[in-house]
């Protein structure tokens, strides 16, 4: 069974910084895509960051030059790291693994950018 378990978010200040992180277990040890959304209140999930099984990644419109998705392929953990928040950066982020097209995700970890 996949267990995907995301950590790290929290109250930060406009201008701040904090690092999410994300654990995969239970999806053997083939390396796969794993990669970041998030919701905000009243919105849509929308796509923050991707890594793909090369190393590959892709960012948001709204988070390229903030973000960064960093993995760790014998952890299986994948982290991203957040500077310069902004308050439109607020809502909760989601991590995900793809197992050969099957999206698992986790609970989610809310983040608040507010002063």
């Known amino acids: 069974q996949v267990h995907v378990v995301e950590s790290g978010g929290g109250l930060v200040q406009p201008g701040g910084s904090l690092t999410l992180s994300c654990a995969a277990s239970?999806?053997?040890?083939?390396?796969?895509?794993m990669g970041w959304y998030r919701q905000a209140p009243g919105k849509g999930r929308e796509l923050v960051a991707t890594k793909s099984v090369r190393g590959s990644t892709n960012y948001g419109n709204s988070v390229k030059g903030r973000f960064t998705i960093s993995r760790d392929n014998a952890k299986n953990t994948v982290d991203l790291q957040m500077n310069s928040l902004k308050p439109e950066d607020t809502g909760v982020y989601y991590c995900?693994?793809?197992?050969?097209?099957?999206?698992?995700w986790g609970q989610g970890t809310q983040v608040t950018v507010s002063s």
């Open positions: 239970g999806s053997g040890s083939s390396i796969q895509p």
């Open positions: 995900y693994i793809n197992l050969f097209g099957n999206l698992f």
